[in-house]
């Protein structure tokens, strides 16, 4: 089942990238950028969170180049995940970007339900705090600064 869900993740992707590309084949949309894709997978899955990471990142380095050539600024994959069945449903998000054009990054977080607050996402436990550690987990997505803009540019 985890293996079918992350080709089928992997599919996803594919397919929006897909989409994306024909969109901005159109020239009413062709000089739009600086996109995130959110991909959401509602079954809960039972396995191993460090299993994931290596597959995010395989799914980072196939789909890559085609983010950066799209303006793809970001794409988040969330996952609900069990470690075994009495435990309840943990949310993870993992996160791939690619802001050089070269390497890309990837951040892992599950979410944390702080009382009287909101969903805060919380870096998963042995990796570095990311850029979201600890904030809000609707917090809006960044605008692109000058500096990325003028990379945009000179890559077209």
């Avoid at 990796?127 to 979201?132: T, W």
């Amino acid at each position: 089942l985890v293996e079918f869900l992350l080709s089928e993740i992997d599919r996803l992707l594919s397919e929006a990238l897909d989409a994306l590309e024909v969109a901005l084949g159109r020239s009413q949309y062709s000089r739009a950028q600086n996109h995130h894709i959110f991909l959401n997978v509602l079954p809960e899955i039972e396995f191993d969170e460090k299993k994931l990471a290596p597959v995010v990142q395989k799914i980072g380095g196939r789909h890559g180049r085609k983010m950066w050539k799209l303006g793809v600024q970001q794409c988040e994959i969330r996952v609900k995940y069990r470690r075994a069945v009495p435990h309840p449903a943990l949310p993870l998000r993992f996160f791939v970007s690619n802001p050089s054009g070269f390497s890309f990054r990837t951040a892992h977080y599950y979410e944390m339900a702080v009382p009287g607050s909101a969903i805060i996402l919380k870096s998963l436990p042995g990796e570095p705090p990311g850029a979201l550690d600890g904030k809000p987990a609707d917090v809006p997505y960044e605008v692109m600064d000058i500096m990325q803009r003028r990379r945009f540019q000179a890559q077209l």
